[in-house]
């Protein structure tokens, strides 16, 4: 909420190149010689938008990939430059813990309890932590070798996502954000299959929440690396899975792949769209595992729309090699509020310039295909006087004569692995925004 009490809403636009006359547009009836004159006008003017263009998206504040420079390269680091403030939580091998570093430094320390696994089995996940280095996994910092372990790696303020659902700001988010962290966990989760590598553990107990609803992928404590060219990784008969998250073919087998971790990103999904509710409500372990083996998948939730319903379908085909790819899903997420030409309204104005083309001169004329666009930065407009566009910089042309193009990028977000649409904040008082 901004101080007028008006809720800030982020809602996503197109904008296109177009590529015989070099410009660029959100909808065809104006175009812009360049990106900081289109940022200027709908500022100005909504002319269409559902409101004026209000600021920039704040940037998330920079996380520091490393303690320091030694501990780039030599990750273990003496007991003795960590403090222990507070525990923040605890599980079934360890304790997580709010820590210091020399002194200066916030960080998460992960503590091994004694006896509950090997040294060898407990340095496993920090190594597979340390050489998996994505914006969206978890950074490990360094290790204390001595006992007992401590694994350290960056503070994620707001704790687990399920928590954060659960009983923190996390239960009121509404569909947009929830998709937004559908879309982060997704990039994370593409990055580790690229690299061929098994998370085996992905819930929202397992992901954790910085600012700004920041999301990561963690606890790596059962990843696995495969090769190339074999994908499969038999897990041993004594290693416990969380049942109500793990595919069938997993369950029962011990038959691990990324399409398996693609099933569990699907009931992640499930616990973000009904705020942390346990999936399969109403069954235990076992009437889970029968029930999903014999066909049954889990009802669509009342708020959940039914295209994400859809591609969770997807997620849970009962043959792995259909489940989408990591990459294909953060695509999907990534551009599912993207406002299409239908959200579009027409413009109230009619004062803008109608000169005629060799593309608007019939209905017929082919479509001219759009060349993806390269990433630009978009000079910030700041909250003052703006000087009156000129109208030698607007150019008009026919809807036919533009089909909708590839995504054009205003400018990289932060913390994304690939360019997003423009994102603004709408901070109009007479817009209401769904």
């Known amino acids: 909420m901004n101080g007028a009490g008006i809720r800030n809403t982020v809602k996503h636009y197109r904008i296109r190149h177009h590529d015989p006359t070099d410009t660029y547009y959100i909808k065809t009836k104006c175009e812009f010689n360049s990106l900081h004159h289109l940022v200027q006008f ?24 490393d303690l320091s420079v030694r501990t780039k390269d030599q990750w273990e680091i003496p007991k003795t430059s960590i403090v222990l403030i507070k525990q923040l939580g605890a599980g079934q091998f360890g304790e997580v813990w709010l820590g210091k570093w020399n002194g200066t430094t916030e960080v998460a320390v992960k503590t091994l309890k004694h006896g509950t696994m090997t040294t060898e ?21 360094a290790v204390c070798t001595e006992d007992p372990i401590y694994i350290v790696t960056e503070l994620m303020s707001n704790g687990s996502l399920l928590q954060y659902l659960r009983d923190g700001p996390g239960k009121n988010l509404e569909m947009n954000a929830l998709v937004d962290m559908m879309a982060q966990i997704a990039s994370g989760m593409s990055y580790l299959e ?34 190339d060219h074999y994908s499969t990784y038999m897990a041993h008969k004594s290693t416990k899975f969380p049942i109500k998250w ?31 509710q346990v999936p399969y409500p109403s069954m235990n ?16 939730s009342a708020n959940c729309p039914i295209p994400i319903y859809n591609m969770m379908l997807r997620m849970w085909d009962a043959v792995p090699e259909k489940r989408p790819a990591f990459a294909f899903l953060y695509d999907f997420f990534e551009d599912y509020f993207v406002t299409s030409d239908t959200d579009y309204k027409h413009a109230t104005h009619t004062d803008l310039p ?7 001169s019939s209905s017929s004329s082919p479509r001219v295909p759009i060349k993806p666009m390269r990433t630009i930065p978009v000079v910030p407009v700041q909250a003052q006087p703006l000087p009156v566009l000129s109208l030698s910089s607007v ?34 008082p007479s817009v209401t925004l769904n």
């Open 194 to 227: 690229k690299e061929h590598y098994i998370h085996r553990d992905l819930a929202a107990r397992n992901i954790l929440v910085g600012e700004n609803n920041c999301v990561k992928v963690a606890d790596f404590g059962l990843a696995r690396v495969v090769e």
């Open 121 to 141: 089995e407990f340095l496993k996940e920090a190594r597979i932590m340390r050489a998996a280095r994505h914006p969206k996994l978890v950074r490990l910092y």
């Open 42 to 65: 709908y500022t100005a003017d909504a002319n269409g938008l559902c409101c004026r263009l209000g600021q920039a998206c704040p940037r998330p504040v920079p996380v520091a990939t």
């Open 285 to 300: 372990n076992t009437e889970t595992l029968q029930q999903v083996s014999n066909g049954y998948r889990m009802p669509r």
């Open 246 to 276: 793990t595919a069938p073919e997993a369950a029962l087998k011990g038959r691990f792949t990324i399409k398996s971790d693609v099933w569990s990103f699907g009931i992640v999904i499930y616990e973000l769209v009904t705020h942390g």
């Open 395 to 428: 150019t008009c042309s026919c809807p036919s004569s533009h089909p909708t193009g590839t995504m054009a990028t205003a400018a990289n977000q932060p913390g994304r692995s690939s360019p997003t649409a423009l994102n603004l904040v709408c901070h109009s």
């Open 354 to 360: 109608r000169t005629s083309c060799s593309n608007c």
